[in-house]
């Protein structure tokens, strides 16, 4: 449903008139070359409005309206479709089929919204209303001056096609996006985080105001528009208005890799900031142990890592803030035995020279997600200074790990970044078919606080044998009252070791697949 109702839009009071087109009848061509220039919105006001059924004299619309022959509604709509499918790129406005003061005079409204993938063209004619004749199918870029709708000359053009490349897509519009997605609670988070001024506002501030202030959302005739950047910051699910907005895991653990069936899989939604967060906490909390290395006549010993935590977090900080989020392709984290690779789809821009890259000598000239970098850089994630490769470079330097491998095709489709094991941390096959991995107390003395770790110790250990637990069983485990079980196995869900199956008092808790569990290999 088009959120501006029609009778307001008739009486004039909230659209200025030249942002809505009358017809008195469908007239193909015209009709589309309007919806057209309404998407490539050369003024910036937002779009428009179509509305056939109702004749205008100097913009003002002649009332009552003569309304659309019932039985051609159906036939006009069709044919709106079909006319629009010659829009390049495609752009189809919403409609609607009003029926006017319910006096069975019937209106076909059209809300034409400011497009994000433009510039969009049309052909001159989409439909020969005579026999015989041949349409005009040359594509013009149509655009709107006043009342007025008309084709884009050379200078215009320039402007057009400037106006639409300066937008990124992280800062577009998503017209499948509205309010109801976003969540609060991640919102005052970050401001939190970030130590926004908005923090000593919240009590007084409407979600709507916050969004707007922010720059993440945009106000319309009668609501918000939220950008992508709303989304991917602040919905429960990005990946449900932005195809490919997560963050896919697997985990190989044995050396066959993708030839075995012996694999982990994970995928991390919400808010991007939060993938990033919970992918780098089971990287850290599985696959990141200490070394200590005593040195003869040295009085120091010196520590080690498989992997150094930093260089992956910053590799796959980039990875998500420089993905194309037009591209339906997620972020990839692939565990194997001996390294670990992170893609990203597509790869560094052509303008890169891939040895430079390498070495940590490049210089960003521009960013494909400028808004994501300055929120990531607002909550310490990202320093947006183009020091990335830099700080990979040294980190793993420092742990005396391999330099990283930077792999990418011709046309820069992916780019896959592989950070090996260092020596010293080797998994014979015996022990990767064993899936040596941390038990779930080692798991778990870090994921929770030393008070709630102490009081989960009896199910913490049953269920190191064990591939589910009641609440009946945990009680007589601990022997506390339900309610009090019922907040211990809460904590086991929240960190992801458990994942409750049924209702009420038939609940049973199953060990997920991200708890990796396995017994001591003494």
Known sequence: MIPLKLETLLEGRVVEHDRVEYKGGWNPSETVHTICAFANDYANVNGGYVVIGVDAIDGVPILPPQGINKESLDRVQQEVFQYCNSIVPRYIPKMEIVNYRDTDTYLLYLWCSAGDSGPYQAPVDVYSGKKDAKPDKTMRYWMRYGSVTTFAKTDELSELFDKFNSIPYDDRVNRSATIDCIRRGYLEDFLRESNSSLVSELNVRSLEDLLVSLEVANETDTDIAIRNIGILMFAERPDKFISGAQIDLVRFNTPDAEGSDDFTENTFTGPIHVQVREALRYIKTTMIDKKVVKIPNQAESESYYPYPYNALEEILVNAVFHKSYREPEPVEIRIYVDCIQIINYPGPAQWIDMTKFAEGKIRARKYRNRRIGEF???????????????????????????????????????????????????????????????????????????????????????????????????????????????????????????????????????????????????
Not at 485 to 495: F, H, K, P, S
């Open 376 to 522: 990531f850089q607002e909550i310490d994630l990202s320093e947006k200074k183009s020091t990335g490769i830099t700080k990979i470079l040294r980190e793993l330097m420092q742990n005396g790990s391999p330099l990283p491998e930077f792999e990418t095709d011709p046309d820069r489709t992916y780019m896959i970044t592989t950070i090996r094991i260092r020596e010293g941390f080797e998994v014979s096959i015996e022990k990767s078919a064993q899936k040596n991995e941390r038990t779930l107390s080692e798991l778990l003395s870090e994921l929770l606080n030393a008070n709630d770790y102490t009081k989960l110790m009896p199910i913490i250990k049953y269920l190191e044998t064990n591939d589910s637990i009641t609440p009946k069983i945990a009680e007589s485990l601990v022997t506390k009252s339900p309610a009090t079980v019922r907040r211990y196995l809460g904590l086991l869900v929240t960190a992801k070791v458990l994942d409750p199956k049924g209702k009420a008092n038939n609940t049973v808790y199953y060990k997920t697949a991200e708890s990796i569990i396995t017994e001591s290999t003494s």
